[in-house]
């Protein structure tokens, strides 16, 4: 039988809280005692040592980081114009039981394929003899087939767009959903037009939903090995591809550098989204 958590013995909780933090936080620290190591003839030297974060940056794969952190941000910034107006739409918009579901449903169709199925549709699209490129030559557009529209920053920035679309509506649609319609009344009755409601009611009641869709876009979007493989075509080196690249040479060391550096990158990242939210419920509260 299933006990309310008041119930359940405290050093239940202490337990639960040890395994949790043990199974999350080991794979992490092994990552940073392996970045502070070298490594000589494919042996680590158990010595500590910075060696591994000047090669990093000698190497010139901060590029890399630079590149994916830029890539993400873009991606999650369309993401968050195209999903808040859908997602409002949803949950204050449209009366509908059977529209609601329907739309929520359909955003779950993409999880059933894989990701490499649904990226690879877009080498046909954007490639030189597409129907994109001969739709633009044929409205007279352009002269001759644009070859930057595949294997570049555009054609992943565009293929990462469709499967990160969800895990931003979702969050956005409980956060929209969960808003009081007497809210929204009492400021239609007070006089606010739609825009100053939404930007001063809406906007910071569903600030916590707006963070979900950040981190569950942004962060996984970091390290998608799929779409820009696909898509860059060996043009746009993400950091999953350097990552890869490091591992395939045992270069470790090197490796766990990388990926502690974005670590830090993105707990940094987040705990600046986290005090902004902080900071404007205070503000909403004061």
Same mark, same amino acid.
């Given at each position: 039988?299933?006990?309310?958590? #008041? ?15 043990? %199974? ?5 620290? $092994? ?26 940056? %000698?190497?010139?794969?901060? *590029? ?14 369309? *993401? ?12 204050? &918009? ?6 609601? #579901? ?10 059933? /394929? ?19 490129? %001969?739709?633009?030559?044929?409205? $007279? ?57 939404? /930007? ?31 898509? $860059? &075509? ?53």
């Amino acid at each position: 039988m299933f006990r309310p958590p #008041t119930q359940v013995d405290p050093k239940g909780h202490g337990s639960f809280v040890l395994i949790w933090s043990f %199974a999350a936080l080991l794979p992490v620290l $092994g990552l940073v005692l392996w970045s502070v190591l070298s490594m000589q003839n494919f042996r680590l030297v158990w010595e500590p040592s910075l060696q591994a974060y000047y090669d990093v940056l %000698a190497s010139g794969r901060w *590029e890399v980081t630079v590149r994916t952190l830029r890539i993400a941000a873009i991606v999650t910034l369309i *993401e968050i114009v195209l999903a808040v107006p859908f997602a409002l739409w949803i949950a204050k &918009g449209t009366r509908s039981v059977a529209v609601r #579901t329907t739309c929520l449903g359909l955003l779950t169709i993409p999880f059933f /394929l894989s990701l490499a199925s649904r990226t690879i549709v877009w080498r046909g699209i954007l490639g030189l003899n597409g129907p994109l490129n %001969a739709v633009l030559m044929h409205l $007279g557009i352009v002269d001759q087939p644009l070859d930057w529209l595949l294997f570049s920053e555009f054609s992943v920035v565009l293929g990462l767009i469709g499967p990160y679309f969800p895990p931003m509506v979702f969050p956005l649609f409980l956060a929209f959903a969960l808003i009081d319609d007497e809210v929204l009344e009492a400021s239609k009755d007070l006089g606010a037009p739609p825009s100053f409601t939404f /930007l001063h009611v809406i906007l910071p009641l569903a600030m916590p939903g707006l963070g979900a869709g950040i981190v569950f876009t942004f962060v996984p979007m970091i390290g998608d090995p799929v779409v820009p493989a696909l898509l $860059g &075509g060996g043009n746009v080196i993400v950091l999953s591809a350097s990552v890869q690249s490091l591992l395939r040479i045992l270069n470790y060391t090197v490796a766990a550098a990388l990926s502690v550096l974005m670590l830090m990158i993105l707990v940094a990242i987040i705990g600046a989204a986290s005090a902004l939210s902080a900071r404007m419920a205070r503000g909403r509260l004061a």
